[in-house]
């Protein structure tokens, strides 16, 4: 057989053993979901839509995508919708690196636009964070004329951290019109800072090297339907178009989503969960000076030492977390915010494990 040596090569996906073997009743901080569940709404269209999966889906994911587009302001043709947003990241790879192109992102950041970018025999370009953040300008220095893609997770995963409307800015003037900046936006929604960036808008005034992606696996808690979305420019958008797979979007994701989209209420209750998480996490924790990084998202990065033993220790108390040495940020985990219950239980064991 020819295998593709840079698919050969390719570490497979392996959560990590301890989260791999998670025993029924361990509390999961490690995947940054909805604690609050899915909206009452999409559950009551899943169990509709269940009733028909002897059918095919709509291969357009048309109600969605136009619900999306209504919800948003835009036209239908500058939305695309995905098996999750990571399925875009792998469209992008798919449709825009040849052999050797290159495309930069941060280290220490979701992991995808890495692997994919090997899958397509590209070069990922690594840049270090700066105060565990994007450094847009070396990021946009690290840009040859072999770049096609640039990574911009805002929020980053894992550190919750977000770059400014000004640092954008910049970056958006330096880069070239001929190198795609993909801003992955999955936890968008629980931005609280004023001077984040308003990407739409871009997209809105005519931009054409820009693409935001948005997920319904975070706020919405719809990680299990897998299903995501971009915005994007129309002529992007339809070459893209034409690389995904038919049905690539389940017609129980298509319906829950778009019963998610006008569940507000639901979303505003899990964004005020995650932001009153996010204060007394940031309290706790600086209480054990585990050095919180401050985070804008549903998770938060704290230094514990070593993660591994950590995250180990973690696990035996019922609780998995995500170590951070395999992102390249030695010494952290990642913690999800659960349940005020289940914040409760953890920092008691948390509190148990560093007093050892
Ligand atoms: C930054 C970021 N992008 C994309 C994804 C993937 O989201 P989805 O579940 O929509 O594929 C995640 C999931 O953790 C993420 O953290």
């Known amino acids: 057989m020819h295998y593709k040596q840079h698919i050969a090569t390719l570490p497979p996906y392996k959560p990590p053993k301890l989260i791999r073997q998670q025993p029924a009743g361990v509390v999961k901080l490690s995947s940054n979901e909805n604690p609050l569940g899915p909206s009452p709404r999409a559950l009551a269209a899943l169990h509709e839509a269940a009733t028909q999966v002897h059918r095919y889906p709509d291969a357009g994911s048309v109600a969605l995508r136009e619900g999306i587009a209504a919800r948003f302001g835009l036209p239908p043709e500058m ?89 954008i800015r910049q970056l958006l003037a330096e880069v070239p019109d001929d190198v795609l900046i993909v801003a992955d936006e999955a936890y968008i929604e629980f931005v609280e800072r004023t001077d984040y960036p308003d990407l739409l808008a871009k997209l809105r005034n005519g931009r054409e090297n820009l693409i935001l992606l ?71 924790l600086h209480a054990l000076d585990l050095a919180p990084i401050a985070s804008e998202t549903n998770f938060i990065a704290a230094h514990v030492g070593d993660d591994m033993a950590v995250t180990a220790a973690l696990m035996e108390a019922g609780f998995t977390v995500t170590p951070l040495s395999g992102w390249g940020i030695p010494g952290y985990i990642r913690i999800s915010f ?3 219950a289940e914040n409760a239980r953890f920092f008691g064991a948390l509190r148990q494990i560093l007093q050892r």
């Open 79 to 167: 939305v695309l919708c995905t098996n999750g947003s990571d399925e875009m990241v792998f469209l992008l790879a798919l449709a825009f690196l040849r052999e050797g192109d290159q495309a930069v992102m941060a280290h220490g950041s979701f992991i995808s636009y890495y692997l994919r970018t090997i899958e397509m025999g590209g070069q990922p370009v690594r840049v270090p964070l700066r105060n565990f953040t994007h450094d847009l300008s070396a990021m946009a220095g690290a840009v040859t004329d072999r770049t096609r893609l640039l990574f911009l997770c805002n929020p980053n995963n894992p550190t919750g951290t977000t770059n400014t409307a000004a640092e």
């Open 214 to 284: 948005r997920t319904f696996a975070k706020i919405y808690g719809l990680a299990g339907l897998r299903l995501g979305y971009a915005f994007g420019h129309p002529t992007v958008m339809n070459y893209l178009e034409r690389a995904r797979p038919t049905f690539n979007v389940n017609a129980l994701a298509q319906a829950a989503g778009l019963a998610a989209l006008a569940d507000e209420a639901h979303v505003v209750r899990s964004r005020a969960h995650a932001n009153a998480c996010r204060a007394q996490f940031m309290n706790e």
């Open 338 to 340: 659960g349940t005020d």
